[in-house]
T-cell receptor, first 115, second 113 residues
Framework: DTGVSQNPRHKITKRGQNVTFRCDPI?????LYWYRQTLGQGPEFLTY????????KSRLLSDRFSAERPKGSFSTLEIQRTEQGDSAMYLC?????????????FGDGTRLSIL | DQQVKQNSPSLSVQEGRISILNCDYT??????FLWYKKYPAEGPTFLIS?????DKNEDGRFTVFLNKSAKHLSLHIVPSQPGDSAVYFC????????????FGQGTTLQVKP
């Protein structure tokens, strides 16, 4: 069990640039989630994949955000035309099974800073 | 609309004593509750969970209690150790069929030697 892996750990970019983050879930985990966490708050749900299908998106996920999970393995989260308010920690989590009542295991996140 | 609330931003206890972290929720659809621990620069680590059909779950030094009528849960850590110092998040799921977690704001626990 190598855990959930996220890359890069840190990303600093100028406003207006595009950024892409990658998440490698625990192998064989069919469920994958993206969350965003800002200072002093708990993580907030962004989107959910079951295998390769994106089944839920939060209203927090504006049209500048897109996520994919080709072949149901790793996932990418892209933010286009970044804004100051996008600065946050982006967390990926995965879990196994068909039941919602399984703990999600988190990666260490990608910290995005917009200059 | 904060569906999961942790009203105490911080808690300080002496090593060896009990730590009690509290969490309230408003959505009666929640049916599974979890506690996560987070160290700086790391992602949340799963600690313990409880299903809504139970009122207590215990794992070593950690016990979670659920009071459905009060929509309240608590995490007890006994005895507390300095290594337990971290941010603790309460989370709940069941409001959708995807298992997405709704988190509280977190409580920072400091265990003093």
């Amino acid at each position: 069990d190598t855990g959930v892996s996220q890359n890069p750990r840190h990303k600093i970019t100028k406003r207006g640039q595009n950024v892409t983050f990658r998440c490698d879930p625990i192998s064989e985990h069919n469920r994958l989630y993206w969350y965003r966490q800002t200072l002093g708050q708990g993580p907030e749900f962004l989107t959910y994949f079951q295998n390769e299908a994106q089944l839920e998106k939060s209203r927090l996920l504006s049209d500048r955000f897109s996520a994919e999970r080709p072949k149901g393995s790793f996932s990418t989260l892209e933010i286009q035309r970044t804004e100051q308010g996008d600065s946050a920690m982006y967390l990926c989590a995965s879990s196994l099974g068909s039941s919602n009542n399984q703990p999600q295991h988190f990666g260490d996140g990608t910290r995005l800073s917009i200059l | 609309d904060q569906q999961v609330k942790q009203n105490s931003p911080s808690l300080s206890v002496q090593e060896g004593r009990i730590s009690i972290l509290n969490c309230d929720y408003t959505n009666s659809m929640f049916d599974y509750f979890l506690w996560y621990k987070k160290y700086p620069a790391e992602g949340p680590t799963f600690l313990i969970s409880i299903s809504s059909i139970k009122d207590k779950n215990e794992d070593g030094r950690f016990t979670v209690f659920l009071n459905k009528s009060a929509k309240h849960l608590s995490l007890h850590i006994v005895p507390s150790q300095p290594g337990d110092s971290a941010v603790y998040f309460c989370a709940a799921t069941g409001s959708s069929n995807t298992g997405k977690l709704i988190f509280g704001q977190g409580t920072t626990l400091q265990v003093k030697p």
